[in-house]
């Protein structure tokens, strides 16, 4: 039987999308068509096309009511981790953790919902599709899309941008009528993430091949009056039109015949005509038991539970199975195989036929039957029934009834992390309540809402009209609401609208609030004065900080006491390590006591920053980041990884930390972790700029500007790239220049930016210009900071070079040895240190700057730094000492290759490759790692954009022959 008559051109198109997938190249297909269309068909015709040698995964998203949460993806991916088993949960990492709330055989109940981001998920949904198509590739069908919940179209909508990269095609099917999901499906299409096919009706010659195909036989057979009696009422909707021939068939008005199909006498006028007016006939002519029976039924939607049904027809549960499995009742409905006493229409519009067929106030009765027999019969309204006795709450016209209904599904969507669902449903609660006070309680429930599903311009417009309800809600409450805003803002780095809430919170309490109530607000305070320009910021938010931790402590409010201590870790740093690592410690000694997983493990994150920065010990990172993993706290491993990036960056290992950001910024940008993804991107041109690679530290900072497009260079850019390229250029004045960047970046407060120079590098700029002449200043109260190792080894040789000066050389050289341990960790930063003040310990007659200067000499030569290896060899002869020509190369790599940046090393590269050399033989012709010849290749392809190892030959070629 043809079942796909007019569908080969969709077909067709979807199986190139299929080819493609199969060799790595993923994407998203939209197939949007009218009820009855054979969109369903379609989908499970390609799936069965697919499964010879793809993973197929296949989800619908229906159930008892439209939005059962994750159904359709939780369907899906539980047929692959069925098979997968342990291999996908160890292949996951901490993933596996977040994935629980899909997969139940995953689920942790200690994961809380700040671990349980709805982003992070849809990045765990990503990787585990991935995962599933590694091999072979993985088809991903969803249906009826537009009964999917909010949640599930978010990471719908995720999954379409992200899976162009990915072995995995999401091929979903939905209806055509307006609905969010053909809102995501349009969106997705516009910005070119995905296909939007249409499903259309089919033209008169594909019906007349339909026809034939439901009868069996040659399309010649289909008779005109037949086709024309099929035709003029389906219009070419293949359901419908199925629908009429089975009627015909029933009937007994179609036989075949020596000549085809045959009309037995002209059928009744109704046959031919609506669907719905043809049940509405059927049951009129029924018994009376049936006539209550199905329109009870209609009312509860296109699916119901039996269990309600006696009570509402006075059916005994024997009367009631009899109707359902016989006569009419047996052609229109059908039991639900995967959910024990529900039923469903089989076609949707058998329920809303039934309904229309009914008076308007038997219907209204019918409602308010349905929902008093739902509620008495399940206390509590677990799970959907809460939407469900919503919505006949609603029908029956009690709009109070509906409107707590509607809150109590809402505040059960919160506590499950699907922010988006709540605020649907609250806002139909707002729109339906008429009690003051109901829909006060739905305004601030919708404001947590918003929050949480990151719509902060939408909650803080709301603000005013619920700031307005008079006795609708407490100033208490809305201060809360208030204060919930203002962390809002926090981690969107809008620190004014913080500010404001602030304000308004505390207007709101006015002179009797409470201790606990003012501490949750400078907790949040503290947090964004930190942010605003000036030294003096700082003082403030610890004023505030200290304030908040004492009374969290004192009230038992353990969240507010974590919160306060870490920030007060970040704060009094300025001035004293020690003190800074015993907030830190005694932040996560609270969240231990108390079971706050999340809370210990970012003070075990911020812990780890502070051992790299006061000693460069990285352990601590490198462990939490494992402790993160393990237990699915994707965001602060994520930014443990950040730290680890940058820390083996300033201490010379650029392998290790362009591999952490190639792996870990595609996920953090995906996820919207924005200052994360932002230090990462800061890394890489970190990264650049200490190998003296000025074009590609400007193309990452330039990416990073496209990223961030909004927010001002941040201070470490200045510091610890720009600085540090022109340093290795040997432009001293440029580096002056892009120091005094960094100092206004970090506007005066070291707090925000502790490693940027302002207590490191510009002291020994400073110190070698004259601009900085006392020692004394030294210690102006900056002495934590300062202490910082990667400070230290600039700040100890800043004062050096100021006791040099004033003949203190005994002085000088225990300041020189003091910054030289320092610097122990940072090679090129140690590195320059001694080239800088060498000059001054010439001239003042302090330290050992010719062993300085040789080891020196040695390391930037053998880095390929030119400019600093030749001023250090100048540096030398003007001491007196012989130093021999180093015959780097330079002149002999051609002029069109030194314009693009090209390196001694890279240049050597390049002639192995035109020999025809591998990776490995030329890393053992220049005693080099494979890794390193690796780098050295790619960054010949990027200076001379060259695809491939071959042009890369041709180029050599050619610049020899001329």
């Not at 009742?329 to 039991?335: D, H, S, T, V």
């Not at 015959?887 to 050597?908: K, S």
Request: glycine content about 8%; charged content about 25%; some cysteine.
């Amino acid at each position: 039987m043809p079942t796909f008559c007019g569908r080969t051109s969709l077909l067709s198109q979807i199986g190139d999308a299929l080819s493609r997938t199969r060799q790595g190249q993923g994407g998203s297909i939209f197939l949007r068509g009218e009820s009855g269309a054979g969109r369903s068909r379609l989908l499970a015709e390609v799936g069965r096309l697919a499964r010879t040698d793809m993973v197929v995964l296949r989800g619908r998203a229906s159930g008892i009511t439209p939005t059962t949460p994750f159904r359709p993806l939780a369907e899906a991916l539980l047929q692959f981790t069925r098979s997968a088993g342990a291999h996908a949960a160890d292949a996951l990492g901490p993933y596996r953790l977040v994935l629980g709330r899909l997969i139940p055989e995953w689920r942790d109940p200690a994961v809380g919902p700040e671990e349980q981001s709805l982003i992070v998920l849809a990045e765990g949904v990503l990787r585990l599709l991935a995962l599933a198509g590694r091999e072979r590739g993985c088809l991903l069908l969803l249906d009826d899309l537009h009964d999917a919940d909010a949640e599930t179209l978010t990471i719908v909508d995720y999954l379409a941008d992200n899976l162009a990269d990915q072995p995995v095609t999401m091929v979903a099917g939905l209806l055509d009528q307006e609905c969010h999901a053909l809102d995501v499906a349009r969106s997705a299409a516009q910005r070119g993430a995905a296909d939007l096919l249409w499903l259309p009706r089919l033209s008169s010659d594909e019906l007349r091949e339909f026809v034939a195909g439901r009868l069996d036989c040659p399309v010649t057979r289909v008779g005109d009056d037949l086709f024309d009696l099929v035709w003029q009422p389906s219009a070419g909707n293949p359901a419908l039109a199925g629908e009429l021939l089975d009627g015909l068939l029933d009937a007994g008005h179609l036989v075949a015949g020596p000549d085809g199909w045959q009309l037995a006498g002209r059928p009744p006028a109704g046959i031919p005509g609506s669907l719905s007016r043809r049940l509405a006939r059927r049951l009129e002519n029924s018994p009376p038991e049936l006539r209550r029976l199905l329109p009870a039924a209609a009312v509860f939607g296109e699916r119901f539970p039996t269990a309600a049904l006696p009570a509402m027809t006075g059916l005994s549960e024997h009367d009631l199975t009899a109707r359902l499995h016989h006569g009419l009742a047996a052609e229109l409905i059908q039991p639900i195989a995967d959910t024990p006493g529900w039923y469903a229409f089989r076609h949707p519009v058998t329920a809303e036929a039934l309904i229309e067929s009914r008076p308007a106030g038997t219907i209204t009765e019918l409602a308010r039957q349905a929902a008093e027999t739902v509620e008495k019969l399940h206390p509590g309204l677990p799970g959907t029934l809460c939407q469900l006795a919503a919505r006949l709450r609603r029908q029956a016209g009690d709009h109070d009834g509906a409107g707590r209904h509607l809150i109590e599904a809402a505040s059960r969507a919160l506590a499950d992390g699907a922010a988006a669902s709540a605020v649907d449903l609250l806002e139909q609660a707002i729109a339906l309540a008429a009690d003051p006070a109901l829909h006060a309680d739905a305004g601030e429930r919708l404001v947590q809402a918003l929050v949480e599903a990151g719509r902060i311009d939408r909650a803080m417009r709301m603000m005013p009209e619920l700031d307005g309800l008079g006795g609708g809600l407490s100033r208490q409450r809305l201060a809360v609401l208030h204060t919930r805003l203002a962390w809002a803002a926090v981690f969107a780095a809008r620190t004014a609208d913080g500010l404001a809430q602030v304000a308004e919170a505390r207007r709101q309490l006015g002179a009797d609030a409470t201790p606990t109530e003012t501490a949750a607000i400078d907790v949040v305070a503290a947090h964004l004065i930190i942010e605003l320009p000036g030294p003096e910021q700082v003082g403030k938010a610890e004023d505030l900080a200290r304030q908040a931790a004492a009374i969290a402590e004192r009230h038992d409010l353990p969240v507010v006491a974590c919160q306060a201590w870490q920030l007060l870790g970040m704060l009094v740093r300025q001035r004293n390590t020690d003190e800074a690592t015993a907030c830190l410690e005694h932040s996560r000694e609270l969240a231990v006591r108390h079971g706050l997983r999340l809370w210990e493990v970012h003070a075990l994150v911020r812990l780890g920053n502070d051992d790299a920065a006061r000693d460069g010990n990285l352990r601590r990172l490198r462990q939490v980041r494992r402790d993160a993993w393990s237990i699915g706290a994707v965001t602060a491993a994520h930014q443990a990884e950040a730290s680890i990036a940058l820390q083996v960056a300033l201490q010379g290992g650029y392998a290790e930390a362009e591999e952490i950001v190639a792996q870990t910024l595609p996920a953090t940008t995906r996820l919207g972790m924005v200052e994360t993804a932002g230090h990462l991107w800061q890394t890489s041109a970190v990264v650049a700029a200490h190998q003296g690679q000025r074009r590609e530290m400007e193309n990452r900072l330039a990416e990073l500007r496209r990223y961030r497009p909004d927010t001002p260079t941040d201070a470490k850019v200045y510091g610890l790239a720009r600085v540090f390229c022109s340093l290795l250029e040997e432009d001293r004045p440029r580096a002056a220049d892009e120091m005094g960047g960094a100092l206004r970046a970090d506007g005066g407060n070291p707090a925000l930016s502790p490693i940027n120079g302002r207590a490191g590098l510009d002291l020994l700029l400073r110190a070698l210009t004259g601009d900085l002449g006392d020692p004394a200043a030294l210690d102006d109260g900056s002495d934590g900071v300062r202490r910082l190792r990667w400070n230290r080894q600039f700040a100890e040789m800043a004062r050096a070079v100021l006791l040099g000066r004033r003949g203190d050389r005994a002085g000088a050289a225990a300041s020189a040895a003091e910054a030289i341990r320092a610097a122990e960790p940072y090679p090129l930063a140690g590195n320059l240190t001694l080239r800088l003040a060498s000059e001054a310990a010439l001239a003042d007659g302090w330290g050992d700057p010719v062993t300085w200067l040789r080891r020196t000499e040695e390391y930037f030569h053998e880095s390929e730094h030119a400019a600093v290896a030749r001023a250090c060899r100048a540096l030398l002869r003007q001491a007196g000492v012989s130093v021999g020509q180093r015959r780097d190369g330079v002149d002999n790599i051609p002029a069109a290759l030194r314009e693009r940046g090209v390196t001694v090393r890279e240049y050597e590269v390049l002639d192995l490759i035109a020999a025809r050399l591998g990776n490995q033989e030329i890393a053992s012709r220049l005693h080099l790692s494979p890794r390193t010849v690796e780098k050295h290749v790619a960054r010949l392809m990027a200076k001379t954009d060259r695809p491939d190892r071959a042009a890369l030959r041709d180029l050599a070629r050619t610049l020899r022959t001329a």
